[in-house]
């Protein structure tokens, strides 16, 4: 029987009630489908930082490479700890560490789910650079604190992190319905956006198969709105993808909804799976999270891990319940209401 | 009788259609309130680039600096010029250079119009940083064209520039409903946007009365499509901005309806309004363009120019129209039906 080794990292607030419902259900699926988990649960998050003064251990990242997947539920607390120090100490340096590249969102409307727009017939994959870009930390402050004060934030495209996202791009894109929009905004940055529209053309030459469309992220994230059903690849820098993903979650009914998996392709180091929500604090530990976003993100797991008759069962389980009207409106369901909704279909 | 000394750029595209619809309302609007509009047109656009190699003349900013107000239609047309170009050649300098640095744009639906969400009351101010940050043009390219190329960007904050518009985002909001909501990604980017996260909370002492609320661009983006009727003011960073801005412009029924003012608050230089919407080149010259965005713009440039009457009266007028199904569908009416229901309107 294959056994799979996960290391779970629940992390803070509403990342420890989803992680558990998520790896409930994905447990129910090895049962049912035939192989194993073997999970090791850490516990990296913001108490752990105040009780140790680090988000995770020095080695923490080489006692991850062991595993073959990493579920990571939510990270941060910024009432005790700056966001920006939780997440460059512990989410983004994974993403980082293990050439997690390709951060991979889908969006469309769950069954029974009535999202924000009228319109309801879309499905999209979001694609966004994990690594690099606006995201690689560089940077500092010159005469902090007073009148004079300069804040530069620099951001990093190297040619291995453009080309190897968009090559990931139009592979997905040849797999659905052959569209790409490569997001950039080259119109006023014009070193590195120019340079990833540069990058596009020259990768588009190989995939003539794949009908690829440049698009500024301003009228990008208009278009979300207005003719979501116009998109269907979308791949974009990091922080780009970071705003158009949350704007997808949105159309999608919201955060509880929105599934996200940190891809390193060339599987020479684990990969993440984690819901897009963050650990949303004022309702942690209270047993009314929306689950389903954390269980999707099980499923994109198990099918990275070879397990996709298991991934399309929960999926079909998640919707058997919302279907229903289980966890389609906050606050209508508990988190195990939720969870015990999708476990029954998923047994069913 | 007042004169007010306005230059004109039409720009490219449908920039010059709607130039002309605009400062026929505005013209309009003068002669009922009893002032007058001295226009001076400038050709300065992507043709004016192909004939001599500039997007404006070399002293065109110190030509512009004799105007009360810039009216601007659109820049762009990059089938024959980069955007990168045309935009760094005329529209963004001209921002820079007169310390335009408030971008306002306001969102909320037109009597009539549809937009693509169910909700439907909300009414947003949103303030743009115009003059720095994401847009410095600060960068390079290094190993260019080979493999190991690296592109950078870098956004360059200064404390002038980031206090002057928070503290204009707070006059606004103390003028509104009271409440601001600054958007930065401090969680990503511990420079820049951490930078501006401390200088909001300095600005906020000097303003007890206004509620402020810190929020992330990616949260703020799905907040926007999911519950836009709990903003008021949002005050962001220039890219940001532009991003935040075009959502906006989606959700009040498209980029027709968008109108934006760039404003030098300390008004020792002239400022500009222009609508949101680009050149459109598919549609330029056909008298098929919204003119509706463009005619608001130029009611913000007679309210800063100190016709607040006739400015208000622009609006209704314009509500008149659109309140009778008139300009708020996508081809139900040409550029210059809308244009003469408005006029009609205006002068009734
Ligand atoms: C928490 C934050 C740093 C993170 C990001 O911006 O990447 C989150 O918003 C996400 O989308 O995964
Ligand atoms: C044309 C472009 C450079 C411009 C911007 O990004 O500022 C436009 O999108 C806007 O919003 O005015």
Redesign the pocket.
């Known amino acids: 029987m294959t056994n799979h080794k996960i290391a779970l990292i629940p992390g803070d607030g509403i990342g420890v009630d989803v992680t558990d419902a998520a790896i409930e259900i994905a447990t129910a699926a090895a049962r049912r489908f035939g192989f194993t988990l073997a999970t090791e649960t850490f516990p990296w998050s913001c108490d752990h930082y105040l009780a140790t003064g680090r988000m995770m251990p020095e080695d923490g990242i080489e006692t991850l490479r062991g595993f073959e997947a990493i579920y990571l539920g939510a990270v941060g607390w910024p009432a005790t700890v700056p966001d920006s120090v939780s997440l460059h100490g512990l989410l983004l340096p994974i993403r980082k560490a293990f050439a997690q590249y390709a951060n991979m969102r889908p969006h469309r409307l769950l069954k029974g789910v009535e999202g924000p727009l009228r319109s309801e017939g879309f499905d999209i994959l979001c694609i966004r650079e994990n690594t690099e870009g606006e995201y690689s930390g560089a940077g500092g402050r010159v005469h902090q604190g007073t009148p004079g004060e300069v804040a530069i934030q620099t951001s990093v495209f190297t040619r291995m992190g453009v080309e190897r996202i968009l090559r990931f791009g139009f592979e997905q894109a040849r797999a659905r319905r052959g569209h790409l929009t490569s997001v950039t905004?080259s119109?006023?940055q014009q070193y590195s956006m120019v340079f990833w529209d540069e990058v596009t053309r020259e990768v588009a030459a190989d995939y003539p198969d794949v009908s690829v469309e440049p698009m500024?992220i301003?009228a990008m994230a208009a278009r979300m709105v207005m003719a979501p059903e116009s998109l269907d690849v979308i791949v974009a820098s990091n922080l780009f993808g970071d705003i158009l993903t949350d704007l997808g979650a949105a159309i999608q009914g919201g955060l509880g909804f929105a599934a996200s998996a940190n891809i390193n392709p060339d599987r020479n180091a684990p990969s993440m799976f984690e819901p897009v929500h963050g650990s949303a604090p004022d309702i942690a530990g209270k047993d009314i999270a929306n689950p389903i976003a954390a269980i999707w993100s099980a499923a994109m797991m198990l099918d990275h891990l070879g397990e996709a008759e298991a991934a399309a069962a929960i999926l079909a389980a998640i919707e058997a319940a919302t279907a229903q009207g289980i966890g389609t409106r906050p606050g209508s369901h508990s988190t195990s209401a939720i969870t015990q909704a999708v476990k029954a279909a998923l047994e069913a």
């Open positions: 905004k119109n006023a500024h301003d």
